[in-house]
């Protein structure tokens, strides 16, 4: 999935493309969600691809924590434990939603 998609591009006055910034749903905790404790080496796109088969779904796990996860870096912080949604699909469709006509 390519979160930037839905989002329309933009030109500046001097002719300069950009997209919108994208806004994200909130992520409500489920009784669904797995919790792991980050390893050395661990990064949000390679947790994405073991849980959801697909890396490109980083961004899920990244705004699931907020307090714990940058959203500029796939890299993990040693010792912490985050949530992992089990099932993103309800995510990527919200995240289509609020981004689907700007």
Same mark, same amino acid.
């Given at each position: 999935? @390519?979160?930037? @998609?839905?989002?329309?591009?933009?030109? =500046?006055?001097?002719?300069?493309? $950009?997209?919108?910034? &994208?806004?994200? &749903? #909130?992520? &409500?905790?489920?009784?669904?969600?797995?919790? !792991?404790? =980050?390893?050395?080496?661990?990064? =949000?796109?390679?947790?994405?691809?073991?849980?959801? @088969?697909?890396? #490109?779904?980083?961004? !899920?796990? =990244?705004? +699931?924590?907020?307090?714990?996860?940058?959203?500029? #870096? $796939? !890299?993990?912080?040693?010792?912490?434990?985050?949530?992992?949604?089990?099932? &993103?699909?309800?995510?990527?469709? +919200?995240? @289509?939603?609020?981004? #689907?006509?700007?």
């Amino acid at each position: 999935m @390519n979160r930037y @998609n839905n989002l329309n591009i933009k030109k =500046t006055f001097q002719g300069k493309k $950009y997209f919108n910034n &994208p806004i994200y &749903p #909130s992520i &409500p905790e489920s009784l669904d969600d797995i919790y !792991v404790e =980050t390893e050395f080496g661990d990064r =949000t796109d390679i947790l994405a691809h073991q849980f959801y @088969n697909n890396p #490109s779904l980083w961004w !899920v796990i =990244t705004i +699931a924590n907020p307090n714990k996860l940058r959203r500029d #870096s $796939y !890299v993990c912080k040693e010792g912490l434990q985050i949530r992992i949604p089990l099932n &993103p699909e309800p995510i990527i469709r +919200a995240y @289509n939603r609020l981004n #689907s006509n700007r």
